[in-house]
């Protein structure tokens, strides 16, 4: 895996260029802005603190690859990546202080990616524990007292002292017996019974005017170690118990107040929160009636992006570092409708093209998930060969931008649409076409969805 401070910003552009096709301008700002954040990261701590992340603003129609930019950014970064809609704060029954939880949920992602992080690592340690327990539950070892019973039986039987010492053997060999197989997986459907803790909390009502969301704070420390921790036999395949005690077993070995630290200094120093529709937050709908109103939002989000501290359950998070991308269309506003300290935060604008008919030919075939290539190996797994020609994909990027012209511009997305429709025949008729080779031409493009393109009433279903 590739970590951000190795990269340069057209290492980091050239990585994402495996994914999206053009939108050259929106691909440099974030690749400088995750370049400035292991800078920073270099300077002396007085001086870190001084630097505050460049926030981005991208703008640009529909579909033509905002989210996944800052989505294959994060992933390229591995950092903790939240995407929220804006617009979800205006949505009655949120109340201003909500928007805090987009940092909370930032923190439970950390959280979560770290803790998978670390189960992986501890996986073959939790994993001959676990063989152990199921070891002792295929072939109950013996127990203290039976043992010294025995053992007293060996003092004063002739012989027995040997047969007692052969039956321990037998028992440890039919162990190694069981470890085999328990290796080798020629168990996996044995029932056995297992102790599984029940973890189930009571049920609780409560009336309270905190969301539920803030009670999540420290709900669960709080009843968790109070309750009883129940126990209850299940009976379960092998398989399933290993499962099961894998997670046990590796939840014991992960030190979880290390897991809680890394991911809270990961999400303050790493952390991107992507703000999608942004626009849709501006301008004050005040003759809308009782109204959360679009800019009060705007202003519960200021603090959060200026830098501000958010209780979660874990701890206190600082949003100082915090990389926030926004974006939105903007069709029916401009980037300057937002109130002005906002703008000030989001100094770095980016305008996301509208994409064309030769982008949308290399969108089918570029990227490394291309919908081309998808389907070729899904189709694949039918035993079906499918082979496109490159006019039979210029056709298909051709009638994908007028379907945009004629219809919505749903920009990329179109493909997607376009594609199920092309190979709905295909798909459908798969396991009887096994074994034989298909060719996509320009010719069987336009007979699968020239009459749809055409006529305009249809393509709005089905296109
Ligand atoms: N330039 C591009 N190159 C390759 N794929 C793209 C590109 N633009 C969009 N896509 C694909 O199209 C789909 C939609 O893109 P994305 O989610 O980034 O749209 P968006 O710009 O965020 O739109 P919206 O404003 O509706 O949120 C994704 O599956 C993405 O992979
Ligand atoms: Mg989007």
Same mark, same amino acid.
């Given at each position: ?6 990269? =340069? ?6 990585e994402?260029? @495996? %994914? ?5 301008d ?10 400035n ?13 001084e ?5 981005? &603003?991208?703008?640009?129609p ?6 996944e930019?800052?989505?294959r ?32 949920d930032?923190a439970?992602?950390?959280?979560n990616?770290?803790?998978s992080?670390?189960s992986?690592? *501890?996986?073959?340690?939790?994993g ?17 007292? =039976? ?9 004063? =039987? ?10 321990e053997?037998?028992? #440890? ?12 997986r ?9 102790e ?10 409560i ?21 009883p ?6 009976k *379960? =395949?092998?398989?399933?118990?290993r ?6 077993e590796?939840?014991k ?8 630290f890394? #991911? ?20 004050s709908?005040?003759?809308?009636g ?23 359950? %874990? ?10 991308i926004? #974006? ?19 100094p ?22 291309a919908?081309? @290539? ?7 797994t ?13 056709e298909?990027a051709?009638?994908?931008c &007028? ?16 594609m199920e ?13 096994s ?10 493009v ?18």
């Amino acid at each position: 895996m590739l970590f951000d401070h190795e990269l =340069t910003p057209r290492q980091i552009v050239e990585e994402l260029d @495996k %994914y999206i096709i053009g939108q050259e301008d929106a691909k440099k700002a974030v690749a400088i802005a995750l370049r400035n954040r292991s800078r920073r990261q270099k300077l002396p701590l007085e001086m870190r603190d001084e630097v505050a992340p460049k926030n981005i &603003l991208m703008i640009g129609p529909t579909g033509v690859g905002k989210t996944e930019i800052a989505r294959r950014l994060a992933r390229l970064a591995n950092a903790p990546f939240l995407k929220v809609e804006a617009s979800k704060y205006t949505e009655v029954g949120y109340v201003g202080r909500d928007v805090e939880s987009m940092i909370r949920d930032l923190a439970d992602l950390s959280v979560n990616m770290l803790r998978s992080n670390y189960s992986e690592s *501890v996986k073959e340690k939790a994993g001959l524990i676990v063989e152990e327990r199921l070891l002792d539950i295929l072939v109950p070892p013996l127990t203290k007292r =039976t043992r010294a019973k025995k053992q007293e039986i060996a003092k004063t =039987t002739e012989g027995s002292a040997l047969k007692a010492q052969a039956g321990e053997d037998i028992l #440890a060999r039919t162990r190694e017996k069981f470890r085999k197989n328990l290796r080798q997986r020629k168990l996996e459907d044995k029932i056995i019974s297992i102790e599984v803790q029940n973890r189930a909390f009571p049920m609780v009502e409560i009336f309270s005017p905190i969301s539920f969301e803030e009670m999540d704070i420290n709900f669960k420390e709080m009843f968790g170690g109070l309750l009883p921790k129940k126990t209850k036999e299940r009976k *379960v =395949t092998v398989s399933e118990a290993r499962e099961i005690m894998m997670e046990e077993e590796s939840e014991k070995l992960v030190d979880i107040d290390k897991v809680v630290f890394e #991911a809270l200094e990961k999400v303050e120093n790493s952390g991107i929160v992507f703000l999608d529709e942004i626009d849709k937050i501006v301008g004050s709908d005040s003759k809308t009636g009782p109204d959360i109103s679009r800019e009060g939002v705007q202003r519960d989000i200021l603090p959060i992006v200026e830098g501000s501290t958010v209780a979660t359950k %874990y701890g206190m998070v600082r949003t100082d570092h915090i990389l926030f991308i926004a #974006a939105g269309a903007f069709h029916s506003s401009k980037p300057s409708d937002l109130i002005p300290e906002l703008q000030g935060r989001f100094p770095i604008r980016v305008e996301l093209k509208s994409l064309g008919k030769d982008d949308f030919a290399k969108i089918l075939v570029e990227p490394q998930n291309a919908l081309i @290539k998808q389907y070729t190996l899904l189709l694949g797994t039918e035993g079906i060969k499918l082979n496109f020609t490159d006019s039979a994909i210029d056709e298909i990027a051709s009638l994908a931008c &007028l379907v945009n012209e004629q219809n919505e511009n749903i920009g990329v997305r179109r493909l997607h649409t376009i594609m199920e429709r092309l190979l709905n025949d295909v798909s459908f008729r798969a396991s009887e076409l096994s074994g034989k080779e298909i060719k996509i031409d320009p010719e069987y493009v336009r007979e699968q969805l020239a009459d749809i393109v055409e006529n305009r009433d249809l393509s709005k279903y089905i296109l």
